[in-house]
Every structure is written in C-alpha cells, then in structure tokens.
C-alpha cells in the first residue's frame, strides 16, 4: 500500500500543503506540515498531488507500506 508522509528533516513549514489541500494535511502549532490521520492514502487525489508536486523542499514522500 502507498501512503503519503511528510518529511519532519525536510518540511521548512511553507504551509502551501495545507493551502492546496487541507482535507489531507494540517499544520502542527510549529508551523510543520503533516498528513490529516486517515488521509495517508489520498495520494491519487488531485489536490494531494498537486501539494506533493508543488512543496519546495520535496518534504511529501509516497512510501510503501506493507499494511494492506
């Protein structure tokens, strides 16, 4: 199973996931991005895409998981 994840040596707290899709990431009182529990496998949303491809630092990885 893919799911998304956000990075915590990577995120610079830019904010522009949340702005593209706040269904699927949230920012902690830090100012870091993280993925809304639950949504970690909306990567084939088209907001969520769009928030992987436009965060500067390429903090939003897709992993693979063995859960099913």
Request: proline residues 4%; glycine residues 8%.
């Amino acid at each position: 199973m893919t799911k998304i994840w956000v990075d915590p040596a990577r995120c610079q707290g830019h904010a522009r996931c949340f702005m593209i899709a706040p269904e699927t990431f949230y920012i902690d009182d830090e100012g870091y991005g993280h993925v809304v529990e639950g949504r970690e496998g909306a990567y084939e949303e088209e907001n969520t895409r769009k928030a992987i491809r436009n965060c500067p630092e390429r903090a939003i990885k897709l992993v693979e998981t063995e859960d099913a």
